[in-house]
C-alpha cells in the first residue's frame, strides 16, 4: 500500500508545492517553484488519481525528471476525443531561497500517524479537514507548527533557518526578487534605532548583504557583524545611488544636544560613526579646527554611505528674528559666527545692492515705511547720500523741481512742520535731500538762517570737527 | 574704479611674489566662488508737471542690471598660515533705459587681503570689512590678532577708510560729485575690539573705533560699543547691547532680549529697545540731533507639529510727542504698531508658507500678506509659486496704492557645485480712491548662477 502510494505522493507534492531537491544538488542549494502560478485542478482529478506519486513520483526520490508528469500522460485523457486537448509542459522552476529538502519531510510524515496517505496534505491540504487532493501551494504557516518556535506568524519568527538560506547561497534570486521580499513585523518606524542587538545573530544574512548596512552606516567597514554578511552585487544594484534618511535618536532629541554633544563625541565616538561621516560635521565644524572627535570619523566616500548631512542645521539660538537680530551674536564674529559663517554670507546682505532675499521681493514699494519708522538701520548697508538718492531721483522722487511740500502732499503744512519728522527720520530725508538744500533754510549767514539745532543739542561738538560747523557758519563759530 | 583696480592688482602681484618665493609651494590650493545674478525691473517714474501742479506717472520703464560676484581664496603658498582672499563685485546694467542704484559704477573690490594665521595670532593685510557691532565699516590696511585661548580674541586694526557701505575712500571724485559740501580729505580709521565666549552660549565683546580725517583737523566718528549674551541653561538667553557715539556724547542704538525656549522648536522672546542714528561729523546733519524712538517687540514661535509652525509678533515705537511744537502736522503720531504673523507647514517635499504683517502709526499705515507654496525636496530642488498683496498710505510722501503680485521661482541645485534658480513676479496696483499715488504694475524678475571651483578647503555645507 504505502510502496504504491508513495510515488503519487511525492510527485503531487512536489508539483503543488512548487519546491524539490535535484537528485545531485548541493546540501545548502536552493529550493524552486513553479515560475507560474500552480493552475492544475487537482480536486477535479482526485477520482483518476488516487494516490500523488502517479504524477510526482521524483518528489520523494529526488529524481528531477519524474517530479512533474509527463506530457504524454495528460495526453493519454486530453487528446481532443476523451477529454479537451491540453498542451501542458512542465514548467519551468522559479528560484526561491527556500532550503527545504522534501526528502527527508516525507520520510518523516510516512513514519508519522497517517502514513503515506497524509504526507503531503501536512504541508499541503489548504485546511487540516479537507479531503485528499484538495491541495494547494504550501504555506509557510504550515510549518510553523514544527519550526516557528512559538511565533504567531511566519515572519515574526527571529529565526529563518533553516527554512531559508542566506542571500549569498541564493544564487538565482533577481535584485527584484530581493527587493519583492516581505517586511517583517519587527522592522517597524523604531527599528532602525533597535536592530542593533538584533544584528548580531545569523537571521540579517537571510534578507541582507553587506552593501545594504553599508548604505547606512557610514562605519560599515570596522562594524563586525556588517563585515560578516557577504557582499551581494544584486543588493549593490539596489542600494546605489539611494541617499538614506536617518531618524533622530533620542539623545539627539534633548533641547541642549546641540551643546552637549561634543562632550558625548569626546567620550568616543563610535556610536557617531555608525551615522556620520566627517562631511556631517563641517556643517558647523571647521576643517581647520581639527576637532579630534570630527577627525576620528570615517570620511565620505562615492563607495560608502553618504551618512547624515547636516548642512544648514539652524542652530538653536537662531531665533526667528535672527536675520533681524543678530548683531549681539554677530559682535562677537570672529569667535562664534566663524564658526559656521565666511565673509561671503555676511556680506550677500550687507553690501547691500544685490541682496533682495533679505528685504522680500516687493520691497522698492514697501520700503519707504520702514525707512521712516526706523525699523532698521538702512546706512548700515546703503549710504543713504548714494544708493538711495540714486533711485529716487531716477525715478523722480528727489530734486523734482516741485515746489517747496508738494511730494510731502499729505501735509499742506510740511515747510513749517517738517523740523520734527527731520528729527526723527534724518536720515530718509538725506536720501532725497543734498545738505545744500537744507542750507537754503538752515544756514547761519544766509537764507532764512533758520537754528536748526534741536534742544539737546552740545556746542562742545564743534570741538571734534571745526569744519562741519563752518558749513553754515561761514564767518565763524559762535562762542559756545 | 582706478584705485580699486590697482588694489586688485596689488593684492595680485603680492600673491604672486608670494608664490613664486624661493620657498617650495606645498599643496596650492584655491577655491573660487562665481556667482551670476541678472534682474529685470520694472519701473514707473514720476514726474512733477507744473502745469497741473501735481506728479504724474511717465511710462513704465525698466532696469536690467547685472551682477557678478566672485570670491577667490587661495592657500598653499609656501609659507603655513598664509592665505589670499578677494572678494570680487562687477555691477552693468543691460539695454536698460533706467540705472539700478550703484550700476553706474561698475566694479567694487568688496575685500582683497593677505592673511597670516598661527596658533595664537592673525595678521592681515589689504582690504577689510569689517562687521561689528557698530555696524559694517570697510578700511584698507592692517589687522592684527590675537587669540590666547580659543574663545578669547583681542584685535586692533587701522588704515585708510572708506565711506560708509560704499566701498569708496572718502574723497572719492563719485563722492565729492555727489555733494560739494563733502570733505576732500581722506580718513583714516582706527579700532580695537575684544570678543570673548568666556562659557556655552554666551559671548560678550567691545569694540571702539575712532575715525578722523587724514590731516587730523576734525573727527568723522568717534563710536564704541558693547554686546553681552548669556544662555541660561537651555533654555533662556539674555541679551544685551549698546552703542554710544562718544563725538556725539548720546547713546545710539541699545536693547535687551530675553528668548525663553519653550521646546526645541518654540520660542518665546522679548525685547526693550531704542534706536537713534549715528551720523557722521562730517556733514550738516550730525549737528541736527536726531531724535531717538525707543519700543518693544514680543514675538513667539509655536511648533504645533515637527511639520507645522507658527510665528507671531509685536512692536511697538514711540517718539516724543510732536503734535506740541509742530501744530502745522496732520494725523502724524508719535507711536507706530507692527503686527507679523506667519505659518510654515510641510508636508512631504511639499512646503507651505504665508504671513501677514500689519503696521499703523507714524510713517503711514500698511497692511499685506505673502503665501507661497513649493515643492522642495530635501536635496535643494525647489519650485514654487506665490501671491502677494498689500495696500499702504503713506503720512508724508506722494504714493499709496493697493497692490497683488503672484509669481513662480525655482531652484535647481545642478550639483554639488552648481545651481541656478530663477524668479518672477508680476505685480498689478490698484490706486487708493482719491489719492495721487502712481500707477505700479510692473514685472520683475532675476536669474542666479552660482559656481564653485576649487578644493573644498572650508565646510562642505551650512551657511557659507
Redesign the interface.
Given at each position: 500500500m504505502i510502496a504504491r502510494l508513495l510515488p503519487g505522493v511525492f510527485a503531487l507534492s512536489a508539483m503543488l508545492a512548487g519546491a524539490w531537491t535535484p537528485a545531485h544538488a548541493p546540501k545548502r542549494a536552493t529550493a524552486r517553484r513553479p515560475a507560474v502560478m500552480d493552475t492544475f485542478p487537482h480536486a477535479r482529478h482526485e477520482k483518476l488519481f488516487t494516490t500523488c506519486d502517479a504524477c510526482h513520483a521524483g518528489i520523494a526520490s529526488g529524481d528531477t525528471a519524474s517530479m512533474l508528469p509527463p506530457p504524454e500522460l495528460c495526453a493519454g485523457c486530453h487528446n481532443g476525443d476523451m477529454a479537451r486537448r491540453v498542451d501542458w509542459q512542465p514548467h519551468q522552476w522559479r528560484a526561491t531561497n527556500l532550503a527545504l529538502d522534501h526528502t527527508p519531510h516525507v520520510a518523516m510524515f510516512v513514519g508519522m500517524e497517517g502514513g503515506a496517505e497524509t504526507a503531503c496534505q501536512r504541508c499541503h491540504a489548504r485546511a487540516d479537514s479537507l479531503p485528499f487532493m484538495d491541495v494547494g501551494r504550501a504555506r509557510p504557516e504550515r510549518c510553523l507548527g514544527c519550526h516557528g518556535e512559538g511565533a504567531p506568524t511566519h515572519l515574526a519568527q527571529q529565526q529563518c533557518q533553516p527554512c531559508h538560506v542566506t542571500l549569498h547561497e541564493a544564487t538565482g534570486l533577481t535584485a527584484a526578487d530581493i527587493a519583492a521580499f516581505p517586511k517583517p513585523p519587527s522592522h517597524d518606524a523604531t527599528w532602525v534605532l533597535s536592530h542593533k542587538q538584533a544584528a548580531l545573530g545569523g537571521t540579517c544574512a537571510i534578507c541582507h548583504a553587506q552593501n545594504f548596512c553599508a548604505s547606512c552606516h557610514v562605519n560599515a567597514a570596522s562594524v563586525p557583524a556588517i563585515d560578516s554578511l557577504a557582499a551581494d552585487e544584486r543588493v549593490a544594484s539596489l542600494v546605489s545611488g539611494v541617499?538614506r534618511?536617518f531618524p533622530r535618536p533620542p539623545s539627539h532629541?534633548a533641547?541642549?544636544w546641540d551643546?552637549k554633544h561634543g562632550q558625548v563625541a569626546r567620550a568616543g565616538v563610535a556610536e557617531c560613526a555608525n551615522c556620520h561621516a566627517q562631511?556631517s560635521c563641517?556643517?558647523?565644524?571647521?576643517?581647520?579646527e581639527r576637532v579630534p572627535p570630527v577627525r576620528a570619523l570615517f570620511s565620505r566616500a562615492s563607495s560608502a554611505a553618504y551618512g547624515v548631512?547636516?548642512?544648514?542645521?539652524r542652530p538653536?539660538?537662531h531665533?526667528?528674528?535672527q536675520l533681524l537680530?543678530h548683531?549681539?551674536?554677530?559682535?562677537?564674529?570672529?569667535?562664534?559666527c566663524n564658526r559656521?559663517?565666511?565673509?561671503?554670507?555676511?556680506?550677500s546682505c550687507?553690501?547691500?545692492?544685490?541682496a533682495?532675499g533679505f528685504h522680500?521681493?516687493?520691497f522698492?514699494?514697501?520700503h519707504?515705511?520702514?525707512a521712516?519708522?526706523?525699523?532698521e538701520?538702512c546706512?548700515?548697508?546703503?549710504?543713504t547720500?548714494?544708493?538711495?538718492?540714486?533711485?529716487h531721483r531716477?525715478?523722480?522722487?528727489a530734486d523734482?523741481?516741485?515746489p517747496i511740500g508738494?511730494?510731502?502732499?499729505?501735509?499742506?503744512?510740511?515747510?513749517?512742520?517738517h523740523?520734527?519728522?527731520?528729527?526723527?527720520?534724518?536720515?530718509t530725508?538725506?536720501s532725497c535731500h543734498?545738505?545744500?538744500f537744507?542750507?537754503t533754510c538752515?544756514s547761519a549767514t544766509s537764507g532764512w538762517q533758520i537754528n536748526?539745532?534741536?534742544?539737546?543739542?552740545?556746542p562742545?561738538?564743534s570741538s571734534?570737527?571745526?569744519?562741519?560747523?563752518l558749513?553754515?557758519h561761514t564767518t565763524g563759530i559762535p562762542s559756545q | 574704479m582706478t584705485r580699486a583696480i590697482r588694489c586688485v592688482g596689488g593684492a595680485l602681484l603680492a600673491l604672486a611674489a608670494t608664490a613664486a618665493g624661493p620657498q617650495a609651494l606645498r599643496a596650492q590650493a584655491f577655491r573660487l566662488?562665481w556667482t551670476t545674478?541678472a534682474?529685470y525691473?520694472q519701473?514707473?517714474?514720476?514726474?512733477?508737471d507744473?502745469a497741473s501742479?501735481a506728479?504724474e506717472a511717465?511710462p513704465v520703464a525698466y532696469a536690467a542690471p547685472v551682477?557678478q560676484?566672485v570670491?577667490v581664496s587661495a592657500w598653499g603658498l609656501g609659507v603655513e598660515g598664509l592665505r589670499g582672499?578677494a572678494?570680487m563685485?562687477g555691477?552693468a546694467a543691460l539695454g536698460s533705459e533706467?540705472?539700478?542704484?550703484?550700476y553706474g559704477d561698475h566694479f567694487?573690490l568688496?575685500?582683497a587681503y593677505l592673511e597670516l594665521q598661527r596658533q595664537t595670532w592673525r595678521l592681515r593685510l589689504g582690504r577689510q570689512?569689517r562687521?561689528?557691532?557698530l555696524?559694517?565699516y570697510a578700511f584698507d590696511g592692517l589687522t592684527a590678532?590675537w587669540?590666547p585661548v580659543?574663545?578669547?580674541?583681542i584685535?586692533g586694526y587701522g588704515g585708510r577708510g572708506l565711506?560708509?557701505?560704499?566701498l569708496q575712500p572718502y574723497n572719492s571724485p563719485?563722492?565729492l560729485a555727489?555733494?560739494?559740501?563733502h570733505?576732500d580729505q581722506g580718513t583714516i580709521l582706527l579700532g580695537a575690539a575684544l570678543?570673548?565666549?568666556p562659557f556655552?552660549?554666551s559671548?560678550?565683546?567691545a569694540?571702539y573705533q575712532r575715525e578722523v580725517?587724514s590731516d587730523r583737523?576734525?573727527?568723522?566718528s568717534?563710536r564704541a560699543?558693547v554686546?553681552?549674551?548669556v544662555?541660561i541653561?537651555?533654555?533662556l538667553?539674555l541679551?544685551?547691547?549698546a552703542d554710544a557715539d562718544l563725538?556725539?556724547?548720546?547713546i545710539g542704538?541699545a536693547?535687551v532680549?530675553a528668548?525663553v525656549?519653550l521646546?526645541?522648536s518654540t520660542?518665546i522672546?522679548l525685547?526693550a529697545f531704542r534706536?537713534r542714528?549715528?551720523?557722521d561729523?562730517?556733514?550738516?546733519?550730525?549737528?541736527?540731533?536726531?531724535?531717538s524712538?525707543n519700543g518693544y517687540?514680543a514675538?513667539l514661535?509655536l511648533a504645533a507639529a515637527s511639520d507645522l509652525s507658527f510665528?507671531g509678533?509685536f512692536?511697538y515705537?514711540r517718539?516724543q510727542p510732536?503734535s506740541a511744537?509742530?501744530?502745522?502736522?496732520?494725523d502724524?503720531p508719535d507711536n507706530?504698531k507692527?503686527v507679523t504673523l506667519?505659518a510654515h507647514a510641510r508636508r512631504g517635499a511639499l512646503a507651505l508658507d504665508g504671513s501677514y504683517h500689519l503696521?499703523l502709526?507714524?510713517?503711514?499705515d500698511?497692511s499685506?500678506g505673502?503665501v507661497s507654496v513649493a515643492w522642495a525636496p530635501?536635496?535643494g530642488w525647489r519650485a514654487g509659486l506665490?501671491g502677494?498683496a498689500?495696500k499702504?498710505t503713506?503720512?508724508?510722501?506722494?504714493?499709496g496704492g493697493t497692490?497683488f503680485?503672484v509669481?513662480a521661482n525655482i531652484r535647481t541645485p545642478l550639483g554639488h557645485r552648481l545651481g541656478l534658480s530663477a524668479?518672477v513676479?508680476r505685480?498689478f496696483q490698484r490706486r487708493l480712491a482719491g489719492t495721487?499715488g502712481v500707477d505700479?504694475n510692473q514685472t520683475?524678475a532675476?536669474l542666479t548662477f552660482d559656481w564653485t571651483m576649487g578644493a573644498d578647503?572650508?565646510?562642505?555645507?551650512?551657511?557659507?
Open positions: 541617499r534618511t532629541l533641547g541642549d551643546r562631511e563641517y556643517g558647523c565644524h571647521r576643517l581647520q548631512d547636516l548642512a544648514g542645521i538653536a539660538d531665533l526667528p528674528d537680530r548683531r549681539v551674536t554677530a559682535a562677537a564674529g570672529d569667535v562664534t559656521c559663517h565666511t565673509q561671503r554670507y555676511c556680506a550687507h553690501d547691500a545692492a544685490k533682495p522680500g521681493a516687493d522698492v514699494q514697501r519707504g515705511q520702514q521712516f519708522a526706523r525699523e538701520e546706512a548700515s548697508c546703503h549710504n547720500q548714494v544708493f538711495c538718492r540714486d533711485c531716477t525715478l523722480g522722487r523734482t523741481k516741485a508738494k511730494f510731502h502732499d499729505a501735509q499742506p503744512g510740511w515747510l513749517f512742520g523740523g520734527g519728522i527731520a528729527r526723527r527720520s534724518i536720515e530725508c538725506a543734498a545738505q545744500n537744507c542750507l538752515h536748526p539745532h534741536g534742544s539737546h543739542f552740545s562742545s561738538v571734534k570737527n571745526k569744519a562741519m560747523c558749513i553754515c | 566662488h545674478t534682474e525691473v519701473l514707473r517714474p514720476i514726474e512733477y507744473s501742479g506728479y511717465l551682477t560676484d570670491e582672499y572678494l563685485r555691477r533706467l540705472v539700478w542704484p550703484r567694487d568688496l575685500a570689512q562687521a561689528s557691532a555696524g559694517w590678532g587669540q580659543s574663545a578669547l580674541r584685535e565711506a560708509r557701505a560704499t563719485a563722492l555727489l555733494d560739494p559740501l570733505p570678543s570673548a565666549t556655552a552660549r559671548s560678550f565683546s569694540i580725517l583737523s576734525g573727527l568723522v568717534e560699543a554686546d553681552r549674551r544662555g541653561g537651555s533654555f538667553t541679551s544685551g547691547s563725538a556725539e556724547q548720546w542704538k536693547s532680549s528668548a525656549r521646546s526645541r520660542f522672546s525685547e534706536y542714528p549715528t551720523l561729523l562730517t556733514t550738516i546733519w550730525g549737528a541736527f540731533v536726531p531724535e524712538n517687540t514675538s514661535q510665528s509678533a512692536t515705537r517718539w510732536l511744537g509742530s501744530p502745522f502736522l496732520v502724524v507706530q507692527e506667519g503696521e502709526g507714524y510713517g503711514g500698511q499685506g505673502d530635501q536635496d506665490s502677494t498689500f499702504q503713506d503720512m508724508v510722501r506722494v504714493t497692490v503680485g509669481g524668479d513676479t505685480y495721487t505700479w520683475r532675476s578647503a572650508d565646510r562642505t555645507g551650512g551657511y557659507r
